[in-house]
């Protein structure tokens, strides 16, 4: 069984006042037990403060977490914050793993692997995953890499982001140190209860009118119904500066008894192919979904409601799509998550791309890479 516990700090610019309000808020000594793993989120200027290390220094435990642009912990909500959850357990153990994906990622994702292997007699029960925005190497392709190495071992997450135009002070977290280039893994092993769940777009506002994908390379779309992206999604009368907006979302169905994934559109190339937020794979069943500020909060509270039991730990990690849908309202979302908490440990915090497994028609847990999705886990 896994305990947990939350501290928050706005403490930006005095270290040592940081350090000392997250240990005085987590009483250590009272709750801490044989194996603990910190998870911690932030706004990235505590990283250039230097709060960010003097917290997790002044921690006698692994921390493993991610940069956001806004985070919710313990009953607050803010963009300027950082929040320190604390799992911990008695026949529960965990492990922080750092892993480089500069240019030889898979090699550097295939040695780790084996070193996680070799060191221990299980597979662990989950990866706790933070992983690096970067214009070279999407999300999906670091997933698939770590899926087929680990043996399929459960990854929950998300991508780092910030709060700048062009995400440059984004970065993983481990032991107190930021990363702009790295894979931040928490492994929990043991007997541990874990729950996931997604809340994407809205089934009723999705079009009825499906598609099928004829040819993809990766997160490519390259043909739909055997005609380029473009002229498929032209023909069903939606233009290419429409679908450039973000409220024109791709909703994909691998047909394997799995929930359907929200794929955003990130280009256009030349030829009429549509670069996408994630894998596009052939034979997928294609259609249109939207989102709008409704369908975000609703979704995220009716999702969060039935997770948030008082001896759980919930996590929730939100696309920033469905943070820019809310406009000026920007806490709107983060509402919702605390009210439905209710008196639940719980860390929500927006992400550049959402991790979380689904449930297949045989009832085994898949990995998959997302957009515009809440995902949620829960460990008790």
Do not use: W
């Not at 250039?48 to 607050?76: I, Q, R, W, Y």
């Not at 392709?141 to 062009?166: C, E, F, Q, R, W």
């Not at 939606?238 to 169905?253: C, N, Y």
């Not at 609703?298 to 809310?326: D, H, K, N, W």
């Amino acid at each position: 069984m896994i305990k947990s516990f939350t501290a928050v700090t706005r403490e930006i610019d005095d270290p040592k006042a940081a350090a000392a309000e997250i240990l005085k808020a987590l009483d250590l000594e009272k709750r801490l037990l044989k194996n603990s793993l910190g998870i911690v989120s932030c706004f990235s200027d505590f990283d250039d403060t230097g709060a960010l290390k003097a917290v997790c220094d002044a921690l006698p435990f692994e921390t493993v977490g991610a940069t956001t642009c806004l985070c919710s912990a313990e009953n607050e909500i803010d963009q300027i914050i950082l929040s320190v959850t604390v799992l911990t357990s008695d026949d529960c153990s965990f492990e922080a793993i750092l892993i480089p994906v500069e240019e030889q990622y898979e090699r550097s994702i295939e040695s780790a692997m084996e070193k996680i292997k070799k060191g221990h007699d299980k597979k662990p029960a989950l990866f706790l995953s933070y992983f690096p925005i970067m214009h070279t190497l999407s999300g999906d392709m670091i997933l698939s890499v770590i899926d087929k190495n680990s043996g399929g071992v459960p990854l929950y997450g998300k991508i780092a982001i910030d709060h700048t135009a062009d995400y440059s002070t984004a970065k993983t977290i481990f032991n107190g140190k930021a990363f702009r280039e790295a894979v931040v893994l928490g492994a929990v092993y043991g007997d541990v209860e874990i729950t996931f769940e997604i809340a994407s777009l809205d089934d009723s506002k999705t079009r009825k009118q499906k598609a099928i994908i004829t040819e993809s390379d990766g997160n490519i779309l390259i043909g739909v119904n055997g005609k380029t992206a473009l002229s498929y999604l032209e023909e069903i009368g939606l233009l290419k500066d429409e679908l450039m907006t973000g409220i024109v979302p791709f909703v994909v169905d691998h047909k394997d008894g799995t929930k359907p994934v929200a794929r955003a559109i990130y280009a256009f190339t030349p030829e009429g192919h549509a670069v996408c937020g994630g894998a596009m794979p052939k034979g997928a069943t294609l259609s249109i979904g939207n989102i709008d500020m409704g369908s975000v909060l609703q979704t995220s509270e009716e999702t969060m409601r039935p997770l948030a039991v008082r001896e759980g730990t919930v996590m929730s990690y939100s696309c920033l799509a469905r943070f820019f849908i809310l406009g000026a309202d920007i806490t709107a979302e983060a509402e919702k998550i605390k009210s439905a908490a209710g008196d639940a440990n719980y860390l929500f915090a927006y992400a550049g791309g959402e991790i979380c497994p689904l449930v297949d028609a045989n009832g085994s847990l898949k990995n998959y890479f997302h957009n515009y999705t809440n995902v949620f886990c829960r460990l008790r």
